[in-house]
């Protein structure tokens, strides 16, 4: 069994939107998954957490982390491929200011409870939202297939905004009823009137 916790961000609005289209069209074009598709979001972190234990402080860190953080936008700049062994396509998140304080808060508070992150690509690490990937479909799709998919998206221009507006714990797997040990919505900006 697989003991990473995935900590991801949720999203509303437009980017969403077109990203739900997108992965409509190409899982039906690939025939890639046979009845739902995996949830989209924005993987912020993850962690080893093999016993209950470690998901409950992954848990209570993660509200911490959330309650300090205030609803956020994100944009993407068009699609971003990640080849074999991943064969994942994805759009490409800008990298913003909230989007580090967010990574940032919620490093800061698993630490506290003693919980690593596995960091798995370090500084380098590409914030997308993911559409297909080999790891939760159906059907793998082979590498001609992926390789098309990329040349197809290769040149779009694409520039959508969404909202951050929750973080979420999952575990790598599709089962929406299983898979969620927490989700933990970012709280709201005091609304100020103009006198």
């Known amino acids: 069994m697989d003991n990473r916790l995935f900590i991801v961000a949720i999203l509303e609005g437009e980017l969403l939107k077109r990203a739900l289209f997108l992965q409509k069209l190409f899982a039906a074009k690939y025939h890639l998954y046979k009845g739902s598709l995996p949830p989209l979001h924005i993987t912020l ?22 309650q300090e953080l205030n609803p956020f936008n994100v944009k993407t700049t068009g699609f971003a491929c990640f080849p074999p062994p991943y064969k994942s396509l994805g759009l490409l998140i800008k990298k913003n200011e909230e989007l580090h304080t967010a990574v940032g808060k919620i490093r800061n508070y698993l630490a506290r409870k003693r919980i690593s992150t ?78």
């Open 45 to 66: 972190d993850v962690v080893d957490a093999p016993e209950k234990f470690r998901i409950e402080k992954t848990r209570e860190a993660v509200q911490e982390a959330s």
């Open 118 to 195: 596995l960091n798995p690509f370090g500084e380098d690490w590409i914030f997308h939202l993911t559409l297909v990937n080999k790891f939760l479909a159906d059907r793998e799709w082979t590498e001609k297939e992926f390789f098309e998919a990329c040349n197809i998206v290769e040149d779009v221009p694409l520039d959508l905004a969404g909202q951050v507006v929750g973080i979420a714990i999952w575990h790598p797997i599709k089962d929406v009823k299983l898979m969620n040990e927490g989700t933990f919505f970012l709280k709201k900006q005091k609304s100020f009137l103009n006198n």
